[in-house]
């Protein structure tokens, strides 16, 4: 549906009629009410607790093998940016996550290329969007940290991320 059709229905309804509406929307759709509960919270620590044990779960679950489902890890970050976290914790995120992927790769050993790639590409937007949001002082030694607990992998993983970082 347009934009502006919808304008006109949701302009049509009475301010009873719109509250049913969105209390429909929140009780049907899981998204909209994550959306709802962030929208109406004043501490974003427990959500953000959240998605990075979502990208824990899956390099490091509590109980049985890894999945690493990449997806799954990412995932957590678009949804993030979609709820409107801030942009410190979006960073935070992005780094989270290749942190993980660092960890299990010198945990279980040589992994495969699109691992690597989507760790490299991870990184690279994380240091890209932390100096266009004017971060570098509150994560630089992370995103440091990273490149040096990289340095024994395959793949010219560790040379990339050195690349990104010192760019």
Avoid at 26 to 45: M, P, T
Avoid at 76 to 81: C, E, L, N
Avoid at 87 to 98: G, K, N, R
Wanted: hydrophobic fraction near 40%; proline fraction near 4%.
């Amino acid at each position: 549906m347009p934009t502006k059709e919808l304008t006109k229905f949701l302009k049509a309804l009475t301010k009873q009629e719109l509250i049913n509406h969105v209390m429909e929307l929140d009780l049907k759709y899981k998204a909209v009410k994550e959306h709802h509960q962030f929208q109406l919270s004043s501490d974003i620590s427990s959500f953000l607790e959240k998605q990075k044990q979502i990208i824990e779960n899956e390099f490091f679950p509590a109980q049985g093998l890894p999945k690493s489902r990449l997806s799954v890890a990412r995932k957590a970050i678009t949804d993030s940016k979609k709820l409107g976290f801030p942009p410190q914790a979006i960073a935070d995120l992005m780094l989270f996550y290749v942190e993980t992927g660092v960890r299990f790769t010198n945990e279980y050993g040589d992994i495969d290329e699109p691992f690597y790639t989507s760790m490299e590409n991870m990184y690279r937007d994380a240091m890209n969007y932390i100096n266009k949001q004017r971060l570098q002082e509150l994560y630089q030694n992370r995103a440091h940290a990273i490149v040096q607990d990289s340095a024994n992998t395959g793949w010219g993983f560790h040379d990339t991320l050195a690349d990104f970082f010192y760019f």
